[in-house]
């Protein structure tokens, strides 16, 4: 995409052609702009076994392959002449490039052709073909016995030793040999004529193609403080966050692009479509008109899109419904993995980050319900190499400007962030947004009881509306409690929690005892599943109680526990115990241990908070809405 | 499946029809005999827009749809008589259910067509078809508009509100209403007309289908003990298991059934094919001979057909490469909270267990590699509710034989076993091995200094490769530092661990501290990710460090930090810190603390231990083997 001159070749293979992914990725290619962006030519592989069973590709015909691909809207060409194959090969890859040039040369001549059919060739030969032939009486050749090691015993057997020798002096790889030296020729490197067919520029040759490994060009990223909403507003983080991509959008027209499973409107997002559109060239409203955003509603296609886009240098983003995320949970891992060995490897470049922003989370679900509820992708960034791996939640709009604008510019990770698209409370104002979101976390003193000063008790939120329910737990506990001191804060980088030294982002103790003080209880209000924090605080020092209790941790954790129907926003709360109640309610009985004017009344204040629960929950469910 | 007199239609929108699971999920009929099975129509309803943007399918013409799922091997038939749908419908319907009768009798009369062509209806009709057309000028059918809620402001807006009547209204439903009561008609209930195609039999009733609720009947396990291996031998885990599931095969051939993306052979699985075969009905060489295995590299196919088969009433089994199940992972969350919420709803009966099998794990990869490492399936079972998530890491041949006997059994839950498939040494007895499955964790007081009575430090392995360094550990141990007492211990249900009252198998916290102590340190070796046995222990009380130290955990734990590559096993071990010298080094450290006599060696022994390790890391790449 956007490389216009660029042809690249992939080989499928017929075990692989039979995975999900690959079976819907064959329609990416209603996705791409001949105008804009070069084009992949797919070779399948159909050597008709996998590890040990048929591959459904090896048990069709041509006829059904023929029939299959072409409804798929591609020009099919078999590559099966086994006699003749590497002849059959080369005029199959002539003529693919001529289609591929006439249809660029129309689309680039402004008579783009109406559903383009595409090549693609489907190579026939058979399975460890010119391995082997026979083994031990068994075919080896044209059988999944090719899969794995063919003669596993050639150390020991003289009998698999032979046939070691015999395939692979059946390549007569002697004839690439100089035998001789002279005049430019080395005895023993490849022959004159073999280096004859080796490109001069060095980036022609295979390999060396600088796309590959150095084409990586930060893009512009548009100041974000201009496209702040006022503190003590309300405002979408989504809305205002879709205002910067857009104006992202618009300063890099050719590096930057959107890819998304139908969801950019739903996410409210849609400012993007002010200055760019869907680049659908199967619709008659939107082919031959580029676009910077890439709708389809496979996420796995989008995640192999954006690996792509990502790997040759340029930079992008996938916005998503939080729960469906999960789905590309693999392959974001595998990519992962890659990028660790890159960096392990000296000729490899820098590459933009992957950027997953999440939305639509499992706390409003008012319309889709337990089906759309699943944090679970936080957990899957959690465990990648700590050099890699970053998680955001930011608590309002001016945050999440701070953040984006941060993550679109940072090279090399895999950026998380997750957030709301509802309207909610401007907290802070850009300034203290941006020191904010440099710090990680902080005491959030408008919330807090005097300032946050000598707390007894310490409450903190991790996520959008948890934090809500925190403030809200706060502002309660002023009337009910009025000399309970509490200390709010917000985490915004869920990477700080865990101990010194196992994320660069990670507080040192000290930091961290600053935050959240050396002995009083801390409540936390999670946006995932418990267990993910609990982990990442586990190895902290000094996070068990004191003040005479049992060693009981003095970290409570509540967040998401698989609780939920189609529902109202606050009874997602109520069930998941990260309502107002459940924070107040727990930071009396905390509190009674340090103060003891809160002492004497905790229990009977902790049980009224929890009557308060259960009244809400009644009218939610008589009434059908409802805080 | 094995239903071969039920008949399923099953409506694919052309928004979910653009995902990759589905996109293959067409090829799936290629695995079904028609002989011993019903059969599923599906309907394609293609309306051509997703929640905003067009769908692939409703930009491909007839021509282009035909022609796709011709080459998925399907007889299309498109219903698109806007004018007469339901004249339509019924004729296409008849002809689908004739072409099924067709397929199924000649497979049933012992003439079964080669490759069948089973039908599918593409129904084209509008989006919103039948709701508002208009709403303040834009159009509502016909596009995207329908997709959420079409009249949002109809409780306020007396335009929405009369569009919303004059919707409702034009179905006419008060002519399926009783307007006077008479003879078996009720005045405002169903009319006679309408209740005269309800049929009589309640399980004929839509929606009352006993397959689809009430149809389990537990598989007759076979009994494990018959097939157990000698304590001290060697025995591959998958080798020995192979056989239960051959026996399995035999005494419920037609209640249980195998689904593997072609993996049971290299998961050493493959004692089955003693007694069945692959049902792939595409392959000349296994068509019209049933099969009890599906094998389709299609980790999202077999996921979704365990699920089908497993809801309706019989029991299945999914063994996967542990690296690939996580391919899966929100399709196994979706089926968790299908069966949360079953289990709340009265009329809902039990169904069997969703069994998964892991095995080829990150710690024998010399073959595969950094690619095949990710054990983070563990992870997805854990967040979901305790009642449903089990999962076990079974030590030894025989541990895995009575915990797959047991989980065949089981109802309800969703089964992880996660274990080696080469040969590892076998250290318990059937009789040992079952009281430690029925404990899920005890103290190996073979492996241990005095049987494990009152030790300086206690070791603990979670998983089979893992288990065997901590076993090597103590031995180490017994020479290098002989007065250090070790006790050693091996978790084969990973959900003892959890606080008392988490999880229905944790243990009290009596028991726990039995097991661990109360004071001493707890080493831990663990397959999975270290965060999640941290996010376990998390709020265990007394974990804290005694004797002086700061307030550390008493606990460190080692496990898979996604360090790997295609490298020796013992590699593995020792890039992963979870090496018999990681191990021993710690356990020294720790145990100093307890035991003056190994104390004043500490340092130097576990320098030693370390260098040890590294002479090893040495030796295995200037070898390319080792250990």
């Known amino acids: 995409m956007d490389n216009p001159h660029l042809v690249v ?22 996705y791409i702009d001949p105008a804009e962006s070069g084009a992949v030519l797919p070779i399948v592989h159909v050597n008709g076994f996998k590890i040990s069973e048929r591959t459904v590709y090896g048990c069709m015909d041509d006829k059904e392959l023929i029939c299959l691909f072409s409804g798929y809207g591609y020009q099919v060409r078999i590559v099966s002449d086994l006699e003749r194959i590497d002849q059959d090969m080369a005029a199959s890859m002539e003529w693919a490039l001529a289609e591929i040039s006439r249809i660029q040369n129309a689309a680039r001549s402004g008579n783009p052709i109406v559903k383009p059919r595409w090549p693609v060739l489907i ?11 026979k083994l031990h009486g068994e075919f080896i050749e044209g059988s999944f016995r090719s899969h794995q090691v063919p003669l596993p015993e050639a150390k020991t057997s003289k009998e698999e030793l032979q046939a070691l020798q015999d395939w692979l002096r059946s390549y007569a790889h002697y004839e690439l040999i100089a035998t001789k030296g002279g005049e430019g020729v080395v005895e023993g490197a490849p022959s004159k004529e073999l280096l004859s067919i080796v490109p001069d520029k060095r980036d022609k040759k295979l390999g060396c193609r600088k796309e590959s490994y150095a084409a990586f060009k930060p893009i512009e990223v548009p100041e974000w403080t201009r496209l702040v909403v006022q503190k003590g507003s309300q405002a979408s983080c989504m809305k205002v966050v879709g205002t910067l991509l857009r104006d992202t959008i618009k300063a890099n027209p050719t590096t930057f692009r959107i890819f998304s499973p139908d969801e950019l409107v739903s996410n409210k997002l849609d400012a993007v479509f002010d200055v760019t559109g869907r680049n659908l060239q199967w619709d008659v409203a939107s082919r031959a008109q580029g676009g910077r955003v890439i709708e389809i509603l496979s996420e796995h296609t989008c995640q192999g899109m954006l690996q792509g886009y990502t790997l040759t240098g340029r930079t992008a983003l996938f916005p998503s419904y939080e ?25 490899r470049h820098d590459v933009g980050s992957v950027n997953y922003l999440e939305t639509s989370t499992w706390t409003r679900q008012e319309h889709n319900g337990f089906s759309h509820q699943n944090p679970s992708f936080i957990g899957a960034v959690l465990n990648l190499k700590p050099a890699l791996a970053r998680v955001y ?16 510019r940072a090279k090399n990770y895999v950026n998380l962030m997750v957030g709301s698209k509802q309207p909610t409370p401007v907290w802070l104002s850009p300034e203290e947004a941006d020191m904010h979101c440099i710090a990680g976390a902080s005491i959030w003193r408008f919330a807090s009881v005097d300032e946050g000063v000598n707390p007894d008790v310490v409450l903190v939120g991790i996520g959008v509306e948890v934090t809500f329910e925190v403030i809200a737990a706060a502002a309660l506990l002023r009337k009910l409690a009025p000399t309970l001191r509490v200390r709010v804060i917000n985490v915004t980088d869920l990477m700080i929690l865990g101990p010194h030294g196992s994320h660069p982002h990670a507080l040192s103790n000290d930091d961290f005892d600053t935050l959240f003080t050396k002995d009083k209880d801390i409540i936390i209000n999670y946006h995932g599943y418990p267990i993910e924090v609990k982990g990442l605080l586990f190895g902290r020092p000094g996070l068990k109680a004191s003040n005479g209790r049992s060693d009981l941790d003095r970290v409570t954790i509540e967040g998401y526990r698989e609780e939920g129907t189609t529902t109202s926003p606050f009874d997602m709360m109520l069930c998941n115990h990260t309502s107002r109640y459940h924070v107040a309610a727990a930071a009396i009985r905390a509190g009674a241990f340090f103060n003891p004017k ?15 629960a259960a009244k809400d929950k009644e009218y939610i469910y008589a009434h059908g809405k409802g805080e």
Request: proline share 6%; hydrophobic share 40%.
């Open 9 to 30: 070749t992939c080989i499928v293979g017929d075990g692989e052609a039979e995975t999900g992914p690959t079976a819907t990725a064959w329609h990416g290619y209603k």
């Open 123 to 133: 190579l026939r030969t058979p399975k460890g073909w010119s391995g082997p032939k």
């Open 393 to 408: 939640l930011p608590p309002d709009a001016n945050c999440f400007l701070s953040t984006v604008a941060h993550c679109l």
């Open 598 to 612: 809160v002492s004497t009344e905790a229990q009977a204040k902790s049980a009224y908070i929890m009557h308060m």
């Open 323 to 347: 729960a469906f995320l999960g789905i590309v949970h693999t392959m974001m891992v595998q990519y992962s993995k890659f990028t660790k060995m890159a960096h392990e490897t000296g000729w």
